[in-house]
């Protein structure tokens, strides 16, 4: 082969290579170009929709996008209707009728939402923390009502001045806290309720119902409070369905 001397001009014909190549690099950018800048419009609102729902800047359902097409995942689908407070007492109370568990339950509407009350006499054995056999059904039932609404649920363990001080539980603060976790517990590994949804606090004897001068008060202070967390607003009489 022969040897390119010094000085001599590369061939004509590489040349030409190098500015077909360009040329074509050229005209694939430009064909790119235009594709973006004739994409459907409507799919774009559609993306440009659901990414706002994703966000929250639309309420929950409404989209951009028009009625007919596939609604992403991650939305929530328009034919889900969460209900106020006052529907859902009124909800709540019916469905405790139908399962006829109001003898163990009194349910009232406050400022956080709607309160499932529960003494604890019938819960847990004297300075236990294990929720008795005998209520089991009671919380199934319960627990079937917390699936029906995706509501937060927060669950409080109370008890009387009496001081307590054993092996396991040497105060009331430790005691309310377990019974409380008890109840989580249940209701996250036998019926199989989200635990994100879930919260557990106790108070010991500082919030009481009642006086605990007397033992219907203390009987009355001693108790489990699971709270549904919806559209939280004050009223000025609580709604109650009494024991």
């Known amino acids: 082969m022969k040897k390119k001397r010094k000085g001599e001009e ?3 014909d590489t040349f030409i290579v190098l500015m077909t190549a360009l040329s074509v690099l050229l005209l694939a950018f430009f064909i790119l170009l235009n594709s973006m800048s004739v994409l459907d419009n409507q799919k774009t609102k559609a ?4 990414i706002k729902d994703s966000f929250g800047i639309l309420s929950g359902g409404r989209s951009i996008e028009k009625k007919g097409r596939n609604t992403p995942w991650f939305a929530r689908p328009s034919d889900i209707v969460i209900p106020s407070i006052n529907d859902l007492f009124t909800d709540l109370h019916q469905e405790i009728k139908k399962r006829d568990i109001q003898e163990q339950i009194t349910v009232k509407v406050t400022e956080k939402g709607v ?8 819960m847990f054995d004297s300075g236990d923390a294990s929720l008795r056999e005998d209520i089991i059904p009671v919380f199934k039932k319960i627990s079937s009502i917390l699936k029906k609404y995706q509501y937060p649920v927060s669950i409080e363990g109370h008890t009387d001045n ?17 019974r409380a976790v008890s109840v989580l517990e249940y209701i996250v590994e036998a019926e ?4 994100y949804r879930l919260s557990a606090v106790g108070y010991g004897e500082y919030h009481p119902l009642c006086s605990n001068d007397t033992e219907e008060g203390r009987s009355k202070n001693r108790r489990v409070v699971i709270t ?3 559209d939280i607003y004050k009223t000025e009489k609580s709604n109650e369905i009494h024991k």
Do not use: D, Q
Not at 166 to 175: D, G
């Open 115 to 122: 309160n499932i009350i529960l003494g604890s006499k019938v």
């Open 10 to 12: 590369e061939p004509k």
């Open 47 to 50: 993306a440009l929709g659901s």
């Open 192 to 195: 199989r309720i989200s635990p």
């Open 228 to 230: 549904m967390h919806g």
């Open 162 to 178: 009496m001081p307590i001080s054993n092996s396991r539980f040497p105060s009331n603060w430790e005691l309310s806290t377990a």
